[in-house]
């Protein structure tokens, strides 16, 4: 009987993968080998092998870092997706005594790094492709959709499994699905779409067949959707949030932490200050169980933003406050869910940086 073992042998230099909150990062390839009274070895997927940049084969490196002594992450047997645990501390929990959406947020970027990292790209680049890296193109977010079922308390243990595929032609996806580590309970899920931008330029372009034949490679063959489900929320259509808006918090500047690799404004950053905006009595009674953001354009240091929300659901009774910063001029009580539609935009001239949903549903005692 053959005994299946995994060796780690090749590494793959030839690119990284995604941006913003990178997606994805450059990677090395698991191989397998067969343990048998034969010679072991190496069985290399044609459809998965990527030459290396300099010599046109792939040439063996050692692939273990330092940080791989202290990550709890490993990739799957199929070599697609990766799962890691992650610790809730302290600095991570809000007002709730759980982690906020941010950190979850926050989370869903680090797991996506360290997949594409543990697959053996280097962060050089912030996950670009060779041939992205030679036309100064980069990843930027285009929607980002995550759904909370249950938020983990500080000290709780979260697995969170990661793959990225293919998404049309015009970009990439990336898709989470959250567990709790304890129970294996599926707490939360996300994906989120990608598309390329030119670094010099700023403005859109089309995913070449250079780049989508640099990382089809590392994605799933068929087809995998952690929101599988027809007429899924994560597919709705946000509508634009038209002026005047029942609530606002004017004149957010973003913070020199702010800032990602690409010199503009990391996507996490955009949930806070959507949620600046919400009414005290929503952020006192309920909790944040889906957000939906679409981006459409970046945000600098330079940029003063406004953040503007009103009621999708027109019989809600939040519906009838209004207020300005964050206040309402009364209280709502008994309300189970509530749904929002939200807009950023420049106050300088009104343009549009993104718009959203959320809804929330009733604290429930924990």
Same mark, same amino acid.
Request: glycine share 4%; with cysteine; proline share 4%.
């Given at each position: 009987?053959?005994?299946?073992?995994?060796?780690?042998?090749?590494?793959?230099?030839?690119?990284?993968?995604?941006?913003?909150?990178?997606?994805?990062?450059?990677? =090395?390839?698991?191989?397998? !080998?067969?343990?048998?009274?034969?010679?072991?070895?190496?069985?290399?997927?044609?459809?998965?092998?990527?030459?290396?940049?300099?010599?046109?084969?792939?040439?063996?490196? =050692?692939?273990?870092?330092?940080?791989?002594?202290? &990550?709890? %992450?490993?990739?799957?047997?199929?070599?697609?997706?990766?799962?890691?645990?992650?610790?809730?501390?302290?600095?991570?929990?809000?007002?709730?005594?759980?982690?906020?959406?941010?950190?979850?947020?926050?989370?869903?970027?680090?797991? !996506?790094?360290?997949?594409?990292?543990?697959? %053996?790209?280097?962060?050089?680049?912030?996950?670009?492709?060779?041939?992205?890296?030679?036309?100064?193109?980069?990843?930027?977010?285009?929607?980002?959709?995550?759904?909370?079922?249950?938020?983990?308390?500080?000290?709780?243990?979260?697995?969170?499994?990661?793959?990225?595929?293919?998404? %049309? #032609?015009?970009?990439?996806?990336?898709?989470?699905?959250?567990?709790?580590?304890?129970?294996?309970?599926?707490? %939360? &899920?996300?994906?989120?779409?990608?598309?390329?931008? =030119?670094?010099?330029?700023? @403005?859109?372009?089309?995913?070449?067949?250079?780049? &989508?034949?640099?990382?089809?490679?590392?994605?799933? @063959?068929?087809?995998?959707? !952690?929101?599988?489900?027809?007429?899924?929320?994560?597919?709705?259509?946000?509508?634009?949030?038209?002026?005047?808006?029942?609530?606002?918090?004017?004149?957010?500047?973003? #913070?020199?932490?702010?800032?990602?690799?690409?010199?503009?404004?990391?996507?996490?950053?955009?949930?806070?200050?959507?949620?600046?905006?919400?009414?005290?009595?929503?952020?006192?009674?309920?909790?944040?169980?889906?957000?939906?953001?679409?981006?459409? @354009?970046?945000?600098?240091?330079?940029?003063?933003?406004?953040?503007?929300?009103?009621?999708?659901?027109?019989?809600?009774?939040?519906?009838?406050?209004?207020?300005?910063?964050?206040?309402?001029?009364?209280?709502?009580?008994?309300?189970?869910?509530?749904?929002?539609?939200?807009?950023?935009?420049?106050?300088?001239?009104?343009?549009?940086?993104?718009?959203? @949903?959320?809804?929330?549903?009733?604290?429930?005692?924990?």
């Amino acid at each position: 009987m053959l005994k299946l073992s995994c060796n780690v042998t090749n590494h793959l230099h030839t690119f990284s993968f995604f941006s913003d909150s990178s997606l994805f990062i450059p990677v =090395n390839r698991r191989t397998l !080998a067969v343990s048998s009274s034969q010679p072991r070895k190496p069985a290399l997927d044609p459809l998965r092998a990527v030459m290396s940049a300099d010599q046109g084969s792939i040439s063996p490196v =050692n692939s273990c870092t330092p940080a791989d002594r202290f &990550r709890a %992450g490993r990739l799957m047997e199929d070599g697609y997706s990766y799962k890691e645990k992650f610790i809730v501390r302290s600095y991570e929990v809000g007002i709730n005594k759980t982690a906020t959406v941010e950190t979850i947020a926050n989370l869903l970027q680090e797991v !996506a790094c360290n997949h594409v990292q543990k697959c %053996g790209f280097s962060t050089d680049g912030f996950a670009t492709t060779l041939t992205m890296r030679k036309l100064h193109l980069i990843w930027v977010t285009a929607r980002m959709h995550i759904e909370i079922y249950k938020y983990p308390a500080w000290s709780d243990v979260v697995e969170i499994e990661t793959w990225c595929q293919s998404e %049309g #032609r015009i970009g990439t996806r990336r898709d989470w699905i959250l567990r709790d580590s304890a129970t294996n309970e599926v707490i %939360g &899920r996300a994906t989120s779409k990608w598309v390329m931008m =030119n670094q010099d330029t700023r @403005r859109l372009q089309r995913v070449t067949d250079e780049v &989508r034949d640099e990382y089809l490679v590392f994605c799933p @063959r068929e087809p995998r959707l !952690a929101f599988p489900e027809e007429n899924n929320s994560s597919l709705k259509k946000i509508p634009k949030l038209e002026d005047p808006a029942q609530y606002s918090m004017l004149e957010l500047k973003p #913070r020199r932490a702010d800032l990602d690799m690409n010199q503009h404004v990391n996507n996490v950053t955009y949930i806070g200050w959507v949620l600046e905006s919400i009414p005290q009595e929503i952020i006192d009674t309920h909790e944040l169980q889906v957000i939906t953001l679409d981006y459409r @354009r970046e945000c600098q240091q330079d940029d003063i933003v406004d953040s503007l929300t009103t009621s999708e659901i027109p019989d809600d009774p939040i519906s009838k406050l209004t207020g300005t910063n964050g206040s309402a001029t009364s209280s709502i009580q008994g309300h189970n869910e509530s749904q929002f539609l939200h807009m950023l935009r420049l106050s300088e001239n009104g343009q549009e940086i993104n718009r959203g @949903r959320t809804q929330w549903r009733k604290k429930s005692s924990r």
